[in-house]
């Protein structure tokens, strides 16, 4: 049987700083390998390709070699950031090139929007724009002849979203090309409803989160594929925060079924209870992502990431603490943002030092605006608290854009604070801990990894010694 094409665009180069050990990053494209997975159980033969860093040009060739561009089926085009759009038109343009008659489906909902003349113009080379999530439409996007009676596509006037799924797609990672050198994701649940001024998530409403029988079962088929136990999948979602009871069902279900897999997860520092984190803890959790973001009052206000920053910082001050009583992994997010100022960032600096020792590393970065529908409020924003927009036509031409976060703090000043403050509160092997557990190849021994950062200035590392 015919197979169906899926590709994740990669990108030309890493969106900070240029080092080599950027290139060892692979981000799990979850959301197109379960649509990919769907089609797998309803007979078809799907292969997933991610570009990751692979230049577009090669990557064509690599799959007009295996037959792949040549089929009757559209190939599905996953375009994940705005990042990836460059390398998205290389590779639609190479590819149509050798194949003028292929079809290009394009998808990529926080890139695409419902915007399909703007997608268009930055990828000339596709046949059509798919908006939104698109398990329940994906068989019908086979046939292009019946393009135009599948709704919430650029070339249908019916802009209306799919309805929300009974169940989130379970991955087959089979389907996936060099599999084995990714660790597994599982989707735990979609969108957030927070309410934060930088996240787009924030203001789409979170919806029920998958059963623990659901993670159970996809735990156990991670093993089967992988053909070992020694995985640590990452609860997928925008922010993690089940109940004690769906806990306590995860914990009880574990040992019932004696897994003991080691997972991640990314959430808001208020957003789990002391209990519910020793139950966790006893069903496998090692690694939380803590979406921090600030610890100045006057930022988290900003952020609209709390009404109560004392409140929102205690609660934070409280779970960190058990988090090291546990073993559990904390590495901090943390997020400069328009308003930032000197008393802003030492105010951060200052918590971050008082909980150092519960701390496994901290990540850094300062806000982009992008092209979407939480933009406008951004900045106007950054207007009122006298930052700037460093390129504005940026916005519309290539869908983002760095800002200068105020009239103390430009952007080149905050990038190098960011890595300054990763710089202080990591060191190497730390780094590697936090990366090779998720995003590392698994191949990738600690060995190679100081092999590629000796060669790289240490300023551009985010780690100390």
Request: aromatic residues 10%; hydrophobic residues 35%.
């Amino acid at each position: 049987m015919e197979k169906v094409l899926f590709v994740s665009a990669g990108m030309l180069s890493p969106k900070k700083t240029y080092n080599p050990l950027w290139k060892q990053h692979l981000y799990l494209n979850y959301g197109l390998l379960g649509l990919a997975s769907l089609l797998k159980e309803q007979g078809y033969r799907p292969y997933l390709v991610q570009g990751n860093f692979t230049a577009p040009e090669l990557l064509v060739h690599q799959l007009a070699e295996k037959r792949l561009l040549e089929g009757r089926y559209p190939v599905f085009l996953s375009v994940p950031s705005v990042f990836a759009s460059v390398w998205a038109d290389n590779f639609c343009k190479c590819a149509k090139e050798e194949y003028p008659e292929m079809k290009i489906v394009v998808g990529g909902r926080w890139v695409t929007g419902t915007d399909g003349k703007w997608i268009r113009k930055q990828i000339p080379n596709i046949d059509l724009v798919v908006y939104g999530a698109a398990e329940n439409r994906i068989k019908y996007l086979l046939s292009s002849e019946h393009w135009d009676t599948i709704p919430y596509t650029d070339i249908t006037s019916v802009l209306r979203p799919e309805p929300r799924l009974a169940s989130l797609p379970r991955l087959d990672y089979r389907i996936l090309e060099d599999y084995e050198e990714y660790q597994p994701s599982i989707e735990i649940s979609r969108g957030c409803g927070k309410g934060c001024t930088f996240c787009v998530e924030g203001q789409v409403r979170g919806t029920y989160i998958n059963p623990p029988s659901h993670v159970i079962q996809s735990i156990i088929d991670c093993h089967l594929s992988y053909k070992t136990d020694n995985i640590h999948p990452y609860f997928e979602a925008s922010c993690f925060r089940p109940s004690h009871e769906w806990a306590k069902e995860l914990c009880d279900m574990c040992k019932e079924r004696e897994i003991k897999t080691q997972w991640r997860c990314e959430t808001r520092v208020d957003a789990l209870s002391e209990d519910t984190v020793a139950t966790l803890a006893e069903a496998g959790l090692k690694v939380i992502d803590f979406g921090l973001e600030s610890a100045s009052p006057k930022q988290l206000l900003l952020m609209n990431k709390t009404k109560d920053p004392k409140k929102y910082l205690s609660k934070a001050s409280r779970v960190l603490k058990q988090c090291k009583s546990l073993g559990i992994w904390a590495k901090m997010n943390v997020l400069l943002y328009p308003g930032e100022d000197s008393r802003s960032i030492a105010e951060t600096v200052s918590w971050l030092e008082s909980h150092r020792d519960c701390i496994k590393g901290v990540s850094v970065g300062s806000t982009v605006v992008y092209r979407d529908v939480s933009s406008s409020r951004l900045l106007q924003l950054t207007k009122d608290v006298g930052g700037a927009v460093v390129e504005e036509s940026a916005i519309e031409d290539r869908g983002w854009s760095e800002l200068n976060l105020s009239r103390e703090l430009d952007c080149d000043a905050a990038k190098g604070i960011s890595v300054d403050i990763s710089k202080s509160f990591m060191r190497k092997m730390d780094y590697f801990d936090l990366k090779s557990f998720t995003y590392f190849p698994r191949s990738l021994t600690f060995d190679t990894f100081c092999t590629i950062v000796n060669g790289i200035e240490n300023k551009f590392l985010p780690f100390s010694e």
